[in-house]
Nanobody, 122 residues
């Protein structure tokens, strides 16, 4: 059974940084696009960033472009999301996902992590 396990969430002040990790030990890691999404209370799940199976394709939403960086480590089968210049409105539960379809549509991802809470205080 494929499992994605996120870590690295927490409480941070506005302007600070966090790095999220998503471990996928049982996934055929090199064959999957890896993506990060978030969901705030009362809002729909929002695409943030994705990295192609080769690692050469990087995709970001306008809301995080220039502040967040996605990367992946094939040896560790782990995907990362480095988040800088955090804002209060970045507060949400953050999810990683793995799939082989469109990089920005949640429904095209096959596997999801359990989510990790990120809270940005003012």
């Amino acid at each position: 059974q494929v499992q994605l396990v996120e870590s690295g969430g927490g409480l941070v002040q506005a302007g600070g940084s966090l790095r999220l990790s998503c471990a996928a030990p049982r996934l055929t890691f090199s064959r999957n696009t890896m993506g990060w999404f978030r969901q705030a209370p009362g809002k729909e799940r929002e695409f943030l960033a994705a990295i192609s199976s080769s690692g050469l394709g990087l995709f970001y939403s306008d809301s995080v472009k220039g502040r967040f960086t996605i990367s992946r480590d094939y040896v560790k089968s782990t995907t990362y999301l480095q988040m800088n210049s955090l804002k209060v409105e970045d507060t949400a539960v953050y999810y990683c996902a793995a799939g082989s379809g469109s990089y920005s549509r949640a429904r095209d991802y096959d596997y999801w992590g359990q989510g990790t809470q990120v809270t940005v205080s003012s």
